[in-house]
Structure formats: C-alpha cells, structure tokens
C-alpha cells in the first residue's frame, strides 16, 4: 500500500520557468512533509519542509504547498536553473503517531530536467 | 561541521555471505536511520535507532538488523543475503526524538552475485 505517491515520473521546463511537482498521500495521520533532492550517487539533500498545521512554507526559490482536505501537496522552484536537474522526493512523516518515531515514508520520486 | 559518512561506499559480495554496513551521524545526532533505495521498490524504511535503542522497524525479513553504539554510530547487517538485497543502502540522522528532517549520507552501493 503506497502511501505518498508521486504520480509524475518526470518533467521537463525551460530554465526560468516555474517547476511544479506534485505529491499524494493517504493516511492522515501525517503531520510533516519534507521535499528532497536527489542526485546519481548521493544520498537524498533536505530541500524544504511543511508542518500539518501550515499551509504554505517558502525559502528562496523553493515553495511548499500544502492542501491537507485533499492530502495533496505541492513544490513549487521558481525561477528553474539547470542545477536544478535532479531528482526530488517527497516524503512523509507522523503517520503512526509517536509511535513511527522519526521514520519517514517517501514517494516514487520525480525526475526533474531543467533546460538551458 | 561534517556530513553524515558511510562506509564502504561499494560492496560487491555473494550470495549467502552477510554484510555489515556502517554509518556515523552528524556529531550531536542522536537518531540514525537506515533506508534501501532500489529502482523498483523506491526508497523504503528499514529502521530507526535512538539513544542506542530501536524504536522503529519497516516490513524487512529478519535478515535484516541493526544496532547504535553509545556515540551514536550505527551498523546495520544482512545476513544470507539474496540477489533481491543489491541496492543502495541510506542512512541518515537527526538531531532529537522527534525531528523529522533528516539528513542522509551518501550511502552505500551493495551489489550480490
């Protein structure tokens, strides 16, 4: 049972352009989002987060959404530069109360290509 | 400050040997978890240890165990390892009980033949 999904598998954008990546979950009982990045051979950087009781976070470029009546958020990386090529992991935190300590359940991913 | 280190970053090893993989957090880090990343099953949790003590465990075989030593440092190991357990092996740390944003080292790549 896939519980966060990240339902595209890629995307592409013009440098400058705005990248919007999207993220599904389904227990409710999440109360942290993260968003990540990901390059070939290296482990997952920590890009940005949202608590449940927020429903926007932004830093920089980079603006999380959240829309918790939908279990739906959202990464928004404006304006898009060609180092942002990478691939990004949401991901999900809270979902058996205190009980799944810091354990964080994440998405399938989403290759981002950044065009110059 | 350093990052989080892994080692071996590579290992190549055969059916049914076992291994152990070794991780130290960011200093002052006291939670380390362990995650294995393949193509088809994505990035899964295996398990989380604080203050020496395991509070958390995903849906692995028995195979599959950990342990954190009292500064923090972590191992995990396989043992009779199958062909399905190539992968990228993850460990990341945080600093408190309940701090989510967690910080990952580079892993370690396993391969068995």
């Known amino acids: 049972d896939q519980q966060v999904k990240q339902n595209s598998p890629s995307l592409s954008v013009q440098e400058g352009r705005i990248s919007i990546l999207n993220c599904d979950y389904t227990?409710?009982?999440?109360?942290?989002f993260l968003w990540y990045k990901k390059y070939p051979a290296e482990g997952p950087t920590f890009l940005i987060s949202i608590s449940s009781i927020k429903d926007k976070n932004e830093d920089g470029r980079f603006t999380v959404f959240l829309n918790k009546s939908a279990k739906h958020l959202s990464l928004h990386i404006v304006p898009s530069q060609p180092g942002d090529s990478a691939v990004y992991f949401c991901a999900a935190s809270g979902g058996s109360g205190k009980a799944a300590g810091n354990k964080l359940t994440f998405g399938g991913g989403t290759r981002v290509l950044v065009k110059p | 400050k350093a990052g989080v280190t892994q080692t071996p970053r590579y290992l190549i090893k055969t059916r049914g040997q076992q291994v152990t993989l070794s991780c130290s957090p960011i200093?002052?880090?006291?939670?380390v978890s362990w995650y294995q990343q393949t193509p088809g099953q994505g990035l899964q949790f295996l398990f989380e240890?604080?203050?020496?003590?395991?509070?958390n465990k995903g849906n692995f075989p028995g195979r599959f165990s950990g342990r954190q030593f009292s500064n923090s440092r972590s191992e995990m190991n396989v043992s009779t390892l199958e062909l399905g357990d190539s992968a990228l092996y993850l460990c990341a740390s945080s600093l408190a009980a309940f701090d989510y944003e967690q910080y990952f080292g580079p892993g370690t790549r396993l391969t068995v033949t």
């Open positions: 227990n409710s009982m999440f109360d942290y």
């Open positions: 200093s002052g880090h006291r939670s």
């Open positions: 240890y604080f203050s020496e003590t395991q509070r």
